[in-house]
């Protein structure tokens, strides 16, 4: 069975800082991977997904994750932070499993940036 | 566009009741929609998968009986909390994946928040 992890559930960061999130699966098969985020009081929506091709991909407000398939891992960055990013940011996995497909979401990273 | 809407988004009910909660794609058609719940400081579990026009796919461990699915359309699947208690307290949250298939996203609503008491 697919899996995801995110390695750190609480990161606090000041305003300007670098943001490099974590997050790792475990399935051997074709993925298409996603980033997701809920800021306080809202619904989760997606910030980048990365289906084939250039395994850097942007997002929305300056996101960026980097695939790499040696390391089944798909890392969110983004090189500076701000107030508005403190959110809830969800890494999911997309996988063929038993004839359908399956999205599986990690544990969640609450991000707080600090003014 | 890619709206989902959830009805309704907080509902309170008594122990043994059944509750039915709404999923709506708005501005586009979804042949797949996804039931998930979310626990406190937990990630989304799937519960099931729904596909319009068949028999909804639910995850292991989640009872078909008690978590009743209908998607009738391309634009709503309804998800039912049969007799419910208050361990079925929970954050329940759809999901909807556009017909176009290759883009294998999906829209989120914005969660029901279902009390038992």
């Known amino acids: 069975a697919q899996s995801v992890s995110q390695h750190n559930h609480h990161v606090i960061l000041s305003e300007a800082a670098s943001l490099e999130l974590g997050c790792n699966y475990s399935?051997?098969?074709?993925?298409?991977l996603f980033w997701y985020v809920q800021y306080p009081g809202q619904h989760l929506q997606l910030l980048l997904k990365y289906f084939s091709g250039d395994p850097l991909v942007k997002g929305i407000k300056g996101f960026e994750a980097e695939f790499i398939k040696s390391k089944f891992s798909f890392n969110l960055r983004k090189p500076s932070v701000q107030w508005s990013d403190t959110a809830e940011y969800f890494c999911?996995?997309?996988?063929?499993?038993?004839?359908?497909?399956?999205?599986?979401f990690g544990i969640g990273t609450k991000l707080q940036v600090i003014p | 566009g890619a709206v989902v809407s959830q009805h309704p988004s907080r509902v309170i009910c008594k122990s043994g009741t059944s509750v039915k909660i709404e999923c709506r794609s708005l501005?586009?058609?979804?042949?797949?929609m996804f039931w998930y719940r979310q626990f406190p400081k937990q990630s989304l579990m799937l519960m099931a998968t729904s596909n319009e026009g068949s028999k909804a796919t639910y995850e292991q461990g989640v009872e078909k009986d008690k978590f009743l699915i209908n998607h009738a359309s391309l634009t709503l699947s309804t998800l039912t909390v049969t007799s419910a208690h208050p361990e079925d307290s929970s954050f329940y949250i759809c999901s909807a994946r556009d017909v176009d298939l290759v883009r294998y996203e999906q829209y989120f609503g914005p969660g029901t928040r279902l009390t038992v008491t």
């Open positions: 999911a996995v997309n996988a063929y499993s038993g004839g359908y497909q399956k999205v599986t």
């Open positions: 399935y051997g098969g074709t993925v298409n």
């Open positions: 501005d586009f058609q979804a042949t797949t």
